[in-house]
C-alpha cells in the first residue's frame, strides 16, 4: 500500500531487515523520552519522604500563577527538604557541611 508516496508494506513482505530496523526504531525512541522524563536518583532518607510528599500534595495544592504540576511539586519538594534540614539542627549550632575525599 502506497500513500503520499510513503510505502506501508507490512514488515514481512519488505523482508526481517527491515523489521527489526523499525522495531530497534521504536524501542530507541521510547527509551530515550522515558530517560528524559525520569527524575534524578534518590540522595537521602529525607530526599525519599519530600518526594513522596510532593507526590501527594501536587494535585491538590493551589496554583493560582499557573506554574504547571512539575513546578509545584518542586516548590513542595523544596519547602519539604528545608524544613526537614531545619529540624534536624540544634539550636545555636552552624549547619555542618559534609566533607567528601
Known amino acids: 500500500m502506497r ?7 507490512p514488515p ?4 526481517p ?6 522495531l530497534g ?4 525512541l521510547g527509551l530515550s523520552s522515558a530517560a528524559a522524563q525520569s527524575e534524578p536518583p ?24 499557573n506554574l504547571g504540576l512539575r513546578e509545584i511539586g518542586r516548590r513542595i519538594w523544596a519547602s519539604c527538604m528545608e524544613r526537614t534540614q531545619r529540624k534536624g539542627q540544634v539550636k545555636g549550632q ?8
Do not use: N, T, W, Y
Open 94 to 101: 552552624k549547619s555542618r557541611k559534609r566533607r567528601h575525599r
Open 42 to 65: 534518590i540522595r537521602s532518607a529525607e530526599d525519599a519522604f519530600c518526594r513522596s510528599e510532593a507526590r501527594a500534595q501536587v494535585f491538590s495544592a493551589p496554583d493560582p500563577l
Open 3 to 9: 500513500i503520499l508516496g510513503i510505502d506501508f508494506d
Open 25 to 28: 526504531l521504536g524501542l530507541g
Open 17 to 22: 531487515a527491515a523489521a527489526g530496523l523499525l
Open 12 to 15: 514481512a513482505r519488505r523482508g
